[in-house]
């Protein structure tokens, strides 16, 4: 069992930054890929940024060149580096986490992964 619990959402003026964090605990040693999700009012769940163990990451073209997912040596902590936020970013985003899928695409984790956190509310303001 992986237990997931996100930090450092907030409110942030356009243009600003915040840095969301995710503690890991339990079997961590059984995650492969890690991310972060989010959802706005009235839209779907959509995934933001991924990394596997290889250190292979994936970012949204929403994100691109404005996020950045990273982990700590141990991958206990799981971290998403929000730049030049806009409005458009406003949305709960959530931490998951997902057992090793060989051969998989990064397709294979847009309907979600495994292990979720609870979620944290970042708020953009123009």
């Known amino acids: 069992q992986v237990h997931l619990e996100e930090f450092g959402g907030g409110l942030v003026q356009t243009g600003g930054s915040l840095r969301l964090s995710c503690a890991v605990s339990?079997?961590?040693?059984?995650?492969?890929?890690m991310g972060w999700y989010r959802q706005a009012p009235g839209k779907e769940r959509e995934l933001v940024a991924a990394?596997?163990?290889?250190?292979?990451?994936y970012y949204s073209e929403s994100v691109k060149g404005r996020f950045a997912i990273s982990t700590d040596d141990k991958r206990n902590t799981l971290y998403l580096q929000m730049n030049d936020l806009k409005p458009e970013d406003t949305a709960v985003y959530y931490c998951?986490?997902?057992?090793?899928?060989?051969?998989?695409?990064?397709?294979?984790?847009?309907?979600?992964?495994?292990?979720w956190g609870q979620g944290t509310q970042v708020t953009v303001s123009s």
């Open positions: 339990g079997s961590i040693y059984s995650v492969d890929a």
């Open positions: 990394e596997l163990h290889t250190e292979d990451s």
């Open positions: 998951a986490a997902d057992y090793p899928r060989p051969g998989s695409t990064w397709s294979r984790y847009y309907g979600g992964m495994y292990y």
